[in-house]
């Protein structure tokens, strides 16, 4: 079994099931915890325990990028074509458009595109994508889309995938009515839809969106505070919108609770891992690949996975964390530091462990090449570089 550290056993298990659980967890102290919150949490390690030796790396076959090619095929057009503004406003149009030029990973729609199909194969026995579930995957790309317009603004950031950001081009205010352009064309697909409870689940995702921004802008000073505030974060950033779109898929499928709640987990724990892998990437990627500057979070102050293990093993990465990088060398001196501890594998443990959970949640389903690809989609997760 992959070595997670008892404290981490104590804390991120309870993300794995629900999202009641999503507030700080004081660790466990023999003395002076009360029987039954020990029985919890011991019974929590355990199945921490399991989840990460559970499910084996996903084999090559049933590709997920290949199987959802063809419904992907005319993604980008498709989007293009939403943002349509006329004439009198082509430099919005042509701000809007930016972003959609084929140079994005497209994870998103692929899951929700494989979402769609598992499920119509489960609960119906087709596979064909409903005009509602091919409408969502374009749908969370624009809101995807959309919070990196206005992420950029925020970060101040000059490069996004290689190429100078909106904001650099055209300014910081056009940039972020840009991305409220791009939010509100999805809101009115969304509507066109016409199913009241993906339009309910896909404006939660919004809401997550913006309470995580905020929450990014905090700092907590204890370990659990600061790991429980980090995961909820990071499914309010990243995994929300993962979960709220497989919801909404599976629902357009006319499932039932149980398996829409199969496909909320599989996107939130999918969601998590994606985040942990990124925020490992932020350490060791090729910055040309990656798109932005390597360690860009710790330049924003942000305290990720990676740095929270490391502070662990160095104290003294406790006083950069609360004054958030924030003094010439501290940037330098937390980067060394990451580098020389087990913060980046106990990091990748995690992301296994949540990638494993994602594949447990959708076990029971009937098996079909789109379920097999969701299976796979965990590996690519684990090993990709940018």
């Not at 090559?60 to 419904?71: G, T, Y």
């Not at 509100?184 to 839809?193: F, P, Q, V």
């Not at 629902?251 to 987990?265: H, S």
């Not at 740095?307 to 937390?334: I, Q």
Request: charge should be negative.
């Amino acid at each position: 079994m992959q070595r997670i550290s008892k404290r981490v056993l104590e804390v991120v298990p309870r993300y794995l099931t629900d999202l009641r659980y999503f507030t700080s967890i004081p660790l466990v102290r023999n003395k002076d915890v009360d029987k039954r919150r020990n029985s919890v949490l011991v019974h929590d390690r355990a199945a921490l325990a399991t989840a990460a030796t559970a499910h084996p790396l996903a084999v090559e076959q049933d590709d997920p990028f290949e199987l959802a090619k063809d419904d992907l095929k005319n993604l980008y057009t498709d989007i293009r074509h939403e943002l349509n503004c006329g004439q009198r406003f082509s430099q919005l149009e042509d701000m809007a458009r930016y972003y959609f030029d084929g140079q994005g990973k497209a994870f998103r729609p692929v899951v929700a595109c494989l979402m769609g199909r598992a499920a119509n194969i489960h609960v119906q026995g087709r596979n064909e994508l409903s005009r509602g579930q091919k409408t969502l995957a374009l749908i969370a790309e624009m809101i995807h889309t959309a919070s990196l317009l206005h992420d950029d603004v925020i970060d101040e950031s000059d490069t996004r995938r290689g190429k100078p950001t909106t904001g650099k081009l055209w300014g910081q205010q056009k940039s972020i009515l840009a991305g409220d352009f791009v939010l509100s064309k999805s809101a009115e697909m969304l509507a066109n839809i016409g199913c009241v409870k993906t339009n309910n689940y896909m404006a939660q995702t919004l809401v997550d969106l913006v309470s995580g921004e905020f929450m990014q802008l905090e700092t907590k000073s204890e370990f659990n505070e600061r790991f429980s505030h980090y995961i909820e974060k990071s499914f309010k950033k990243t995994a929300s919108l993962l979960a709220f779109t497989c919801r909404s898929s599976v629902t357009l499928a006319g499932a039932d609770e149980v398996v829409i709640d199969n496909a909320f987990q599989y996107g939130r724990n999918i969601g998590i891992a994606f985040q942990l892998i990124d925020d490992i990437l932020d350490f060791v990627a090729d910055q040309s690949l990656l798109g932005k500057p390597a360690a860009a979070d710790l330049k924003l102050g942000l305290s990720t996975g990676p740095v929270l293990f490391a502070c662990e093993e160095f104290p003294e990465l406790d006083e950069l964390v609360n004054r958030r990088f924030s003094t010439p060398g501290d940037v330098e001196r937390a980067f060394e530091l990451v580098q020389n501890s087990e913060g980046l594998e106990r990091t990748r443990n995690i992301a296994q462990a949540y990638c494993n959970a994602a594949i447990s949640s959708i076990e029971d389903w009937a098996d079909s090449p789109h379920k097999r690809a969701l299976i796979n989609v965990t590996d690519r997760v684990l090993s990709r570089s940018k």
